[in-house]
T-cell receptor, first 115, second 112 residues
């Protein structure tokens, strides 16, 4: 399997639930990213991992907790979310740093609904 | 810091016609890249075309081409011979050191 794979594709969770989003890449990239996509807003960068170390956290609430156990896998652990956290969560991978010219490869996202 | 502005939320084009999607950006980087991504209903963002800011020649990929005006910080996408499969959201992005900043996107519809 190639590319970036995200699971689950859809997720509905209550505000008191705990769930996790998973992302896997088979491209040999060394950086992975979580983005939040909300309607009528630019994509918001949430977390950046390079060589399994977090290099950027754009002031994301602590109810979102990332984990990168190796360069191929990335998780986003969710707990006590709010309805405004409902969005499409996109994972991406790339070579980092210095090769930003090649852009990212994205997964198909997880559509999260918080009820 | 980088910002990307896509001021048109929606556009429509007749099949086989040409359409241009606008984008302006601002960046403090001296070495950067520009991208257009397509997001169809399948939701996966697909790279359409990229441009190195240090190159004056406009990038072209088959029916897709850009008009890069560096001084004006403008980076528009032209789609020629529009096809039904071109209907999607299109995002403009600027990147440096592997960090991409995206615009809000534009929804393109194609009329048969």
């Amino acid at each position: 399997e190639t590319g970036v794979t995200q699971t689950p594709r859809h997720l509905v969770m209550g505000m008191t639930n705990k769930k996790s989003l998973k992302c896997e890449q088979h491209l040999g990239h060394n950086a992975m990213y979580w983005y939040k996509q909300s309607a009528k807003k630019p994509l918001e960068l949430m977390f950046v991992y390079s060589l399994e170390e977090r290099v950027e956290n754009n002031s994301v609430p602590s109810r979102f907790s990332p984990e990168c156990p190796n360069s191929s896998h990335l998780f986003l652990h969710l707990h006590t979310l709010q309805p405004e956290d409902s969005a499409l969560y996109l994972c991406a991978s790339s070579q980092y740093p210095g090769q930003g010219g090649y852009g990212y490869t994205f997964g198909s996202g997880t559509r999260l609904t918080v009820v | 810091a980088q910002t990307v502005t896509q001021s048109q939320p929606e556009m429509s084009v007749q099949e086989a016609e040409t359409v241009t999607l606008s984008c302006t950006y601002d960046t403090s980087e001296s070495d950067y890249y520009l991208f257009w991504y397509k997001q169809p209903p399948s939701r996966q963002m697909i790279l359409v075309i990229r441009q190195e800011a240090y190159k004056q020649q406009n990038a072209t990929e088959n029916r897709f081409s850009v008009n890069f005006q560096k001084a004006a910080k403008s980076f528009s996408l032209k789609i020629s011979d529009s096809q039904l499969g071109d209907a999607a959201m299109y995002f403009c992005a600027t990147g440096a050191n592997s960090k991409l900043t995206f615009g809000k996107g534009i929804t393109l519809s194609v009329r048969p």
